[in-house]
């Protein structure tokens, strides 16, 4: 579950010293993973995460946007990563790089 986190946690905040850790995880299990693979599921998603070319989808936090939610949630997309950049204390700490962004319209 670590290395899953650590993958999320550096496509949220695009700091990838996260995404090296998830990485120096995978090359501790890997010697152990064929001997019992179904017991390293996490760690295998984790990997598929980092391999997949995950979308990361920055949405502008203003009103109306739930429908934009919905089409971005609809199906099953394991490895995309959504961020609602609304200008909260919550985002701007974890992802400064985002400001509120503004739709164009």
């Known amino acids: ?10 496509r949220i905040t695009a ?5 090296e850790d998830a ?4 090359g501790a299990f ?15 998603s984790a990997y598929l995460h980092i391999e ?3 979308e990361c989808v920055i949405v502008p936090g203003q009103e109306g946007i739930v429908s934009l939610l919905q089409v971005l ?10 961020t609602v950049a609304d200008g909260s204390p919550a985002i701007t700490a974890a992802a400064p790089f985002h400001p509120k962004y503004e739709a164009e319209g």
């Open 23 to 26: 990485i120096h995880i995978f």
């Open 73 to 82: 949630s609809h199906g099953y997309r394991p490895f995309r990563t959504i």
């Open 30 to 44: 890997a010697p152990d993973i064929p001997h019992a693979p179904s017991a390293y599921c996490h760690l295998l």
């Open 15 to 19: 700091v990838a010293a996260y995404e």
């Open 1 to 10: 579950m670590l290395a899953v986190s650590l993958v999320i946690l550096a």
């Open 52 to 54: 997949s070319g995950e």
